[in-house]
């Protein structure tokens, strides 16, 4: 009869969230719909049409990626030659989503950029976005800088932590004496 170490136990893994457990299922589906509706389109009258969709929102949804980007670096030059600091908002993120949602392949996927091009839904979305954005950051910093600490503490592969920080030596300084090994 042989005595070996005993067999370690692992925890148990965590459940994954369930935007990990649809997602995959959601992005089949929406690919499915699109490949869907434009074969229905391209029954409906020919391929050629579908052809001449998907090239124009390319095209469309470049145009629009393209003047929102001009937007967006031009309220950032108008912000540090005033000296300050850029400001939120203003609707180049979301019209910048638009336009690739538009040059993506498919006619939901354009009626969806279509719509967040849409001044009043832009202006919905981004305000419910900064809403969210602020809950998420004072749920975030309702924590102290000991439990950032408590965080931040190395983990070693048995499971222990162990608690530290690192200490630099000045240039020439010499080590004082052997350095004893961490106790197990």
Not at 91 to 115: F, Q, T
């Amino acid at each position: 009869m042989t005595t070996g170490a005993p067999t370690p136990t692992y925890p148990a893994r965590p459940r994954r969230s369930r935007l990990r457990t649809f997602l995959p299922l959601g992005v089949a589906a929406w690919l499915v719909l699109e490949i869907w509706l434009l074969t229905v389109v391209a029954d409906a009258t020919s391929g050629l049409v579908v052809f001449l969709l998907l090239l124009g929102g390319l095209v469309l949804g470049s145009v629009v990626v393209k003047r929102a980007g001009r937007r967006a670096f031009q309220a950032l030059n108008e912000a540090l030659q005033r000296g300050g600091t850029p400001e939120s908002g203003g609707g180049n993120g979301l019209m910048m989503l638009g336009g690739l949602l538009i040059m993506l392949p498919g006619l939901v996927s354009d009626a969806l950029g279509l719509i967040l091009l849409i001044p009043p839904v832009q202006k919905t979305l981004s305000r419910y976005a900064e809403r969210t954005v602020d809950r998420k950051l004072r749920a975030a910093s309702a924590g102290s800088f000991g439990d950032a600490f408590q965080q931040a503490r190395i983990h070693r592969p048995d499971g222990k932590i162990v608690p530290g920080e690192v200490v630099r030596d000045q240039p020439g300084d010499e080590p004082q004496g052997p350095v004893p090994p961490l106790t197990r």
